[in-house]
């Protein structure tokens, strides 16, 4: 099994303290401290000796240094520059382990599959809480080589992207990650994992790719406006809310009655495969 010599509260102490960083307020850190954690996420991940894995947020590089015994390939992308020494130490350590320093939101893929030798097809990851829902559609949307996600999120953002049509977490930004992937394992994480202990429960996620087929023409960006409108007021029927945000009634009423969807229903009830069939026929 795949372990970290960082997962645990000694030694994360040990090594902030010998870089100066353990009497700093970490912003929004909480170091992950427990190897059964990084055993289960290496399983789920299912890692090949040959791939190239993307992580975001390596913190010290707890999960990092378990990672890189199983990758060909680790590139890390990290926010904090003070923990910039601490990821040049372990690349001086392990020449499969590249990172760059800045926004992950903002590092182009170019620029990603440079430092990885080539396009990650891997990402995992413990994600910073308050931007993990974006940066998992964001790097399905532009990364078309990424073949699956394993990522540690807050719980909630699991739900959410765990949701199925009539769940009440199910929402737009479940219907657009549907456009590129599902969800095919999941553990939930306990804050006593971490130091210090979050305030909030987390889980981990796996996603498979599995692109929605699209007809013809039809982009994933006509697709994503018709469920952002479809649940712009989603309290409001599907008609109602997509009216109300740029579509022609007339052309809806067109396009419910060629897929055969209610405009009565309510966003939530819709599948990814029905906003694109909606999509397809407003387009």
């Not at 003070?82 to 320093?101: D, G, K, R, T, Y």
């Not at 994480?189 to 889980?203: E, T």
Request: with cysteine; hydrophobic share 45%; glycine share 6%.
């Amino acid at each position: 099994m795949t372990t970290s010599p960082l997962a645990s509260a000694t030694a994360t102490r040990d090594l902030l303290e010998a870089f100066g960083l353990a009497t700093k307020h970490r912003l929004g850190q909480n170091f992950l401290i427990d190897n059964h954690v990084i055993e289960r996420i290496c399983e789920l991940a299912g890692i090949r000796e040959d791939e190239h894995v993307l992580e975001v947020g390596p913190g010290i590089g707890t999960l990092t240094l378990a990672l890189l015994q199983e990758a060909a390939q680790v590139t890390s992308i990290e926010a904090d520059p003070e923990l910039e020494q601490v990821l040049w130490s372990h690349s001086v350590e392990h020449p499969n382990f590249a990172f760059i320093m800045g926004d992950a939101l903002k590092v182009a893929p170019e620029r990603i599959a440079e430092a990885s030798g080539e396009a990650p097809t891997v990402f995992v990851a413990n994600l910073p809480y308050n931007v993990a829902a974006t940066i998992i559609l964001q790097f399905f949307q532009t990364m078309p080589a990424l073949e699956r996600a394993v990522v540690m999120v807050q719980k909630e953002v699991a739900d959410r992207i765990s949701a199925v049509p009539g769940n009440k977490t199910y929402g737009g930004y479940t219907a657009k990650l549907g456009l590129y992937g599902h969800v095919t394992g999941r553990f939930e994480v306990p804050p006593r994992c971490f130091m210090p202990a979050p305030h909030v429960d987390s889980a981990v996620v796996r996603i498979e790719r599995a692109e929605a087929p699209l007809p013809a023409g039809l982009l994933p960006e006509d697709v994503a406006a018709a469920i952002d409108a479809a649940f712009a007021q989603r309290r409001k029927t599907i008609r109602n809310s997509m009216s109300s945000n740029g579509f022609a009634k007339d052309a809806l009423d067109a396009a419910f009655a060629a897929c055969g969807i209610a405009p009565t229903a309510r966003a939530e009830t819709l599948s990814t495969a029905d906003f694109v069939a909606l999509a397809a026929a407003l387009n």
